[in-house]
T-cell receptor, first 111, second 112 residues
Framework: DAGITQSPRHKVTETGTPVTLRCHQT?????MYWYRQDPGHGLRLIHY???????DKGEVSDGYSVSRSKTEDFLLTLESATSSQTSVYFC??????????FGEGSWLTVV | AQTVTQSQPEMSVQEAETVTLSCTYD???????LFWYKQPPSRQMILVIR??????QNATENRFSVNFQKAAKSFSLKISDSQLGDTAMYFC?????????FGKGITLSVRP
């Protein structure tokens, strides 16, 4: 357990609106990740961070941005939500022993 | 780029029996980690077992063990004495350079 909290856990939003998902960790881990999970695709990496203000893109980063101003918080923003971004979003952190733990997920529906 | 393949979409096993879930991966890296995660209906991602590529000994965690074949790039999960609570989706994952790549998962059903 890496003390990961995601908020909100459930959200319904309208197409074209901005949405921010928050990931908070209590273990001071350096690496943090955002994944999305869709049927038939498993989990796919959106963005990750390797330190405060240090972020990089994953395989499905289009339409998403991230920010990390504090070690404990990693924010994922959908700048203008689309129906294709309806998904379950998972935050994760990497321990110093190179194990990755996940938060409980955030269900986002874009209508 | 790394790829992880789970070729079986679904499996079923009788309670108390043993089942093996297959996973293969492709990489040119020599130093990496392999994982199996369990995802029950709650959708929480639960770490089942972890293997370091430089270790020849197969990892075990209670009823869960792996068969790690580095040359063949194979990483299968064996569940012994299957229990109803093992019913879930199972994901194989590969990590190198702090990036984790997942297979598409397999749905395991344990029959009473």
């Amino acid at each position: 357990d890496a003390g990961i909290t995601q908020s909100p856990r459930h959200k319904v939003t309208e197409t074209g609106t901005p949405v921010t998902l928050r990931c908070h960790q209590t273990e001071n881990h350096r690496y943090m990740y955002w994944y999305r999970q869709d049927p038939g695709h498993g989990l796919r990496l959106i963005h990750y961070s390797y330190g405060v203000k240090d972020t990089d893109k994953g395989e499905v980063s289009d339409g998403y941005s991230v920010s990390r101003s504090k070690t404990e918080d990693f924010l994922l923003t959908l700048e203008s939500a689309t129906s294709s971004q309806t998904s379950v979003y998972f935050c994760a952190t990497q321990t110093p022993g190179n194990t990755i733990y996940f938060g409980e997920g955030s269900w986002l529906t874009v209508v | 780029a790394q790829t992880v393949t789970q070729s079986q979409p679904e499996m079923s096993v009788q309670e108390a029996e043993t089942v093996t879930l297959s996973c293969t991966y492709d990489t040119s890296e020599n130093n990496y980690y392999l994982f199996w995660y369990k995802q029950p209906p709650s959708r929480q991602m639960i770490l089942v077992i972890r293997q370091e590529a430089y270790k020849q000994q197969n990892a075990t965690e209670n009823r869960f063990s792996v068969n790690f074949q580095k040359a063949a790039k194979s990483f299968s999960l064996k569940i012994s004495d299957s229990q109803l609570g093992d019913t879930a989706m199972y994901f194989c994952a590969f990590m190198s350079n702090s990036k984790l790549t997942f297979g598409k998962g397999i749905t395991l059903s344990v029959r009473p």
